[in-house]
Every structure is written in structure tokens, then in C-alpha cells.
């Protein structure tokens, strides 16, 4: 890690996922659009080099989203960044044009973010993490400086640089189902496919798969269609699975102006938005996967095998190791009978949770305005709001749901995003 003994960067950002690639796109093209307007900025990444759920690359699986809601397009339809443009440089945009289809597969996506972070790449030092954030100790000669801490790969600190804004957006949180933990043989969606290379596929005979999504559906397709000889159950706790909502009104939830409706609504537009297009993202699966796996399903029952078994309406409520095996309990709803089933693998597809920035912030945070539930109040333009001892910026890219609304942790709205908080580090620059 290089070591300076004065850095000072107009904007930090934390974390370089798509939401902070998109951010640092914005900052190049807004300083290419005119004389005066470069920005100094650099990214801060604990990955040794760039990836993007690696571990749910899985073959064939697609995006579920159009290509066109890509790190750009929505701000500006004519960038040199878009999906469009590593097509044509990749020398594939006529076969993808005659594959007729707005969604790419997964790997392919994962292509174009590494492409166009390579073109960015100068901006962010991989291998190293923010690990504090706090003001200096004397406010008066730098009021609107924040402190950040470094450290390396190995947790050794490596420099402590100051920022007139940072943008954090360190991803969501794998979550697990109360009483499990990970392990060996117990795994999160999000590590999967590393996990499952590192076994012997020979050695699995009986696995299971927990959650209702579209992540637990594609690993179930997967593990049947990878391990011939195994046993695949899937506990789904809601009646099967259910499928998304990808029609044209619903999809419009996840247009940019949806973000104002949502932002400036009531609190009954609000819980409207959640209670009518919940199924637009959450817990629920493609249309296509669903009947795949119910396909395969009914096959066995002509062919009178049994291999694949859905446990509808089944939650885990507890993991424990009973010799080489691992002993799942499972219970289909509070008050019915507890069940175990022995596994070899147990993969959990349980979703994530918000990011939470708290611990980051440090004694940061006591400066940091929240609302009557406890959460942070964040501006329109995703600037979390301080008291006027601190008036640097702090920009969330992820963890605002309860403000801008479903858009907050997904691609759709990346790009807008991305030039929206340009637009505000730029005004208070000038202001």
C-alpha cells in the first residue's frame, strides 16, 4: 500500500461494487464534459480485484434486469461505458442484437463491469479497507475534512488520507437463519460456488437448499442437474415458489421518478409501495426457473424417481453436526413438529441484510440525524443529514430503503444514482 504523508481527495468512496464503478464513471465524464471540472477522487476495495457475486455465477442463469439499466445508459445514453459500447468492443454487439433478448447472461454482465472497471482502475486500490471514519481533532482549520484509516490486506495501517466526501457502499450482509452457522458444510447463497468447487462432488448424496428466492431456485436447478446421483430438497417457506412481477406498470417502481414518489410521498404511499410491489423483488423467482424446476419435478413422477423434494411452507430452525453428517431441523410453521433431516451440504439462500454503516462511522455517527424509528435521515440527493458540527459529505449507496425505496440496493436505478450524488458534491462544491 503506497504510504503519503498528505492526501486530501475531493470524494472517498468505500467499497467498489457496481453502485461506486457507476460513481467513478460519473466523475470521469463529468470531468471530460468541461475545463475546471475534475474531481480528485479514489476507492477503497477489501478484494484483492473486482468481482460482483462471483459465487452466483452459475451457468446460464440471467440477469433480471434489462442490459440497458447498465452502469450508464439512464444518465447518459451516449457514454463510451454502456453495455452497448463493451459489446461492439468485444466484437459481439451483432450476435447479441440477433439473440434477441434484453437479458444477458450473468457471466456476461460480470464481463462488462470487470471491462469497465479496468478503464477506472487507476482510481481504486484493491486489497485495502476503510476501517474508521472521524473528524479531525481540531475543526476550525478543517471543517469540512474527514479522517479516514486504511489498512492493507493483512490489517496493517497504511495511511490515513482526508476527504471532503465519501460514498459508502460496502454491500449487503448475508444473512442466516437464527441459530445457524456457517461452516464446511453449512453455506451462505453468497459464497456457494467457491464452496462447492472445494468439495468432492462424489461425497454429496443428499443436500438441501433453504429460502424462497431467486437465488435458492437457481441453486436447487444447479445442484440437481450437477449431482445425478443425489438427493436435492428444497425448503421453501412459503407454498412453492412464487414468481416475480416483471410486468411493464409494476416494473415502472423501478424507474428514476419513482424515487421522488417514494421519497416525497406519505407515509401511506410508502407502505403502498411495499405491500403492492414487494413481489417485484423480494423472495420471489423468474418465471422461466420456476417451471424448469417444476418440469424436472413432475418428470420424476413419470419416470416414478424421486430425487427432487420440495418442502413447501418449511423453515430451519436449527443446524447441528452429528458425525460427518449435518442434522437440519425444519418446521412447517410455529406450533408443528419439529423434523430433522441429515444432509451432507445445506445451502442457504436466505437473503441479506441492509447495509449498515454504523460501525464505520464510529464517533462519527453522533453526528448523524436519525428519525423517530432510529434510522438515518438521508437528503434526497443520498446525503445522510448531520448536525452543523459536521458539514462534510456523507453519501449512502445502499441502506436507504426506508427513504428513496426499492431501487436502493439494486442495479436498476445505478446509474441516476450515481449522477445524482455527482450533482450534489459538485453544487456544495460551488455553493
Known amino acids: ?252 417502481i423501478f424507474d428514476p421518478g419513482a424515487v421522488d414518489d417514494y421519497y416525497f410521498g406519505t407515509e401511506q404511499t410508502r407502505g403502498a409501495f411495499w405491500r403492492y410491489h414487494r413481489n417485484t423483488n423480494y423472495s420471489v423467482v423468474d418465471g422461466d426457473v420456476i417451471r424448469e424446476l417444476y418440469r424436472r419435478s413432475y418428470d420424476e413422477d413419470v419416470h416414478g424417481v424421486s430425487r427432487l423434494e420440495f418442502l413447501n411452507l418449511t423453515m430451519v430452525t436449527g443446524v447441528k453436526r452429528v458425525g460427518t453428517e449435518t442434522r437440519v431441523s425444519l418446521q412447517s410453521g410455529p406450533d408443528a413438529e419439529v423434523r430433522e433431516l441429515n444432509v451432507d451440504v445445506l445451502v442457504c439462500a436466505t437473503g441479506y441484510d441492509a447495509m449498515e454503516p454504523t460501525g464505520l462511522l464510529g464517533d462519527l455517527d453522533r453526528f448523524c440525524l436519525r428519525d423517530e424509528a432510529g434510522r438515518y435521515r438521508v437528503e434526497r440527493d443520498y446525503r445522510i443529514v448531520t448536525s452543523p458540527e459536521s458539514r462534510c459529505g456523507i453519501y449512502l449507496q445502499g441502506g436507504t430503503e426506508h427513504t428513496h425505496g426499492l431501487t436502493s440496493s439494486l442495479l436498476s436505478n445505478i446509474a441516476v444514482r450515481s449522477g445524482e450524488i455527482v450533482d450534489s458534491i459538485v453544487a456544495r462544491r460551488t455553493a
Open 1 to 252: 500500500m503506497r504510504n503519503r504523508e498528505h492526501e486530501i481527495y475531493d470524494v472517498v468512496g468505500i467499497g467498489f461494487g457496481p453502485s461506486n464503478l457507476s460513481l467513478a464513471i460519473a466523475l470521469e465524464e463529468y470531468a471530460a464534459s468541461g475545463p475546471g471540472n475534475e474531481m480528485s477522487a479514489v476507492f477503497f476495495e477489501r478484494q484483492s480485484s473486482f468481482g460482483w457475486h462471483r459465487n452466483m455465477l452459475l451457468p446460464s442463469a440471467t440477469m433480471q434486469i434489462s442490459f440497458l439499466k447498465d452502469l450508464v445508459t439512464f444518465r447518459n445514453p451516449t457514454s463510451s461505458f454502456s453495455f452497448i459500447a463493451f459489446l461492439h468492443a468485444s466484437g459481439r454487439l451483432p450476435r447479441f442484437v440477433n439473440n434477441q433478448d434484453f437479458f444477458p447472461t450473468r457471466q456476461e454482465f460480470h464481463q462488462y463491469l470487470e471491462w469497465a472497471q479496468a478503464r477506472v482502475a487507476d482510481r481504486v486500490v484493491y486489497g485495502s479497507e476503510v476501517t474508521s471514519i472521524r473528524q479531525p481533532s481540531s475543526t476550525a482549520t478543517s471543517p469540512d475534512r474527514l479522517l479516514l484509516e486504511v489498512t492493507d490486506a493483512t490489517g496493517r495501517a497504511g495511511r490515513v488520507i482526508e476527504a471532503r466526501n465519501v460514498v459508502i457502499s460496502t454491500g449487503l450482509v448475508p444473512s442466516m437463519p437464527a441459530g445457524t452457522e456457517r461452516d464446511e458444510r453449512v453455506w451462505h447463497s453468497s459464497e456457494f460456488l467457491e464452496k462447492y468447487r472445494r468439495t468432492d462432488p462424489r461425497e454429496l448424496r443428499r443436500v438441501a437448499v433453504a429460502g424462497a428466492g431467486q437465488s435458492a431456485a437457481e441453486i436447487t436447478r444447479f445442484l440437481y442437474d450437477d449431482l445425478p446421483h443425489a438427493q436435492v430438497f428444497a425448503a421453501v417457506p412459503s407454498y412453492g415458489y412464487s414468481v416475480a412481477d416483471d410486468t411493464p406498470f409494476a416494473n415502472q
